[in-house]
Structure formats: C-alpha cells, structure tokens
C-alpha cells in the first residue's frame, strides 16, 4: 500500500504540469515526520513540508490515517485544538462550519493534505482539492495545531520541525 501511494503521489507530481496548475507541494521540500497516536491508538501518520520558514507559509502538511474517522470528528478535533491558540469563539464558530463542509470522512490508508499559502488554507484529499479557506488567521490557527510551541503534542511537533 505504501509502495502504491509514493507511486500515486510520483504520477500526480508529474501530472500537474500537464493540467496546467501548479503542483501544491512546488517550493516545498521534506522537513520532518512523526506519528500522533490518542489513547494508545495510531491515529495518523504526519509529513511536513517547508519552505524557506519552517513554521509559516508556504507549508504542507500530510496526514497519512491509519484509522477510520468521520469528517465531523476531524473538525470537531481541529477545533478544540485551535481553540487553545484562539480566544475568539465567534470567529472558530465559523471556521468550525468551515471546517466541517470541507473535511471528509476518512479510513485507514486515505490521506489528507493541508497546503498553507499567503491567502488561507487548501485542503486536499488523496491528491485531489476538497477546499480552501481563504483566511491567513485561519490557516495560522489550523497549522497552530501541530506548529505553534503551545501544541497538545509536542513530541509531533518537534518531529514535524526535525528537532525529534
């Protein structure tokens, strides 16, 4: 399975210029990797990617699940842990509904890719764009999640900046 999707990922990579965008990694480069695991249960897999700074845009970051999850459980999650770095329940109140439009239901092998940018958040699902939010503070709260010091997982985070 593992061989299937780099193969996958290869083809997209050298597809993208044949649909005439932009591939979303372009500029990115490898940055570190680690695993996040809730209970004692292997939740998902993490690959960071990074520009010229390691902690802001541009940066993507890919969760590889090991696990099924609804979208519903997804954003709920994204949103407790944003809430740590965000005061503002107005404003997570509409970045929840965001969220929860855009993030799918997910099973062990799928992966999810968040692609942060100047503008927002793009979200895409097993190579394909599933949806952006076009909010930098959003995307400075979502990417917060794993990348600011105030993380709930530290050790991920430290793994994701190659400091693990």
Request: charged letters at 25%.
């Amino acid at each position: 399975m593992r061989r299937r999707s780099l193969l996958l990922a290869g083809l997209a990579a050298l597809c993208w210029p044949l649909l005439g965008t932009a591939s979303p990694m372009q500029g990115l480069r490898p940055r570190g990797q680690g695993s996040f695991r809730r209970f004692g249960f292997h939740v998902y897999d993490a690959t960071l990617w990074t520009g010229e700074v390691p902690d802001g845009p541009p940066l993507a970051l890919r969760l590889d699940y090991r696990r099924k999850l609804s979208g519903l459980a997804i954003a709920d999650a994204s949103t407790t842990e944003m809430r740590r770095l965000v005061a503002d329940e107005a404003q997570l109140s509409v970045w929840d509904q965001a969220m929860r439009r855009i993030f799918p239901d997910v099973r062990d092998g799928d992966h999810l890719l968040g692609v942060w940018r100047d503008d927002g958040a793009y979200f895409y699902q097993n190579d394909a764009l599933i949806g952006a939010v076009r909010d930098p503070a959003f995307a400075r709260a979502f990417f917060g999640i794993w990348l600011d010091p105030r993380s709930s997982a530290p050790a991920l985070r430290a793994a994701l900046l190659g400091r693990g």
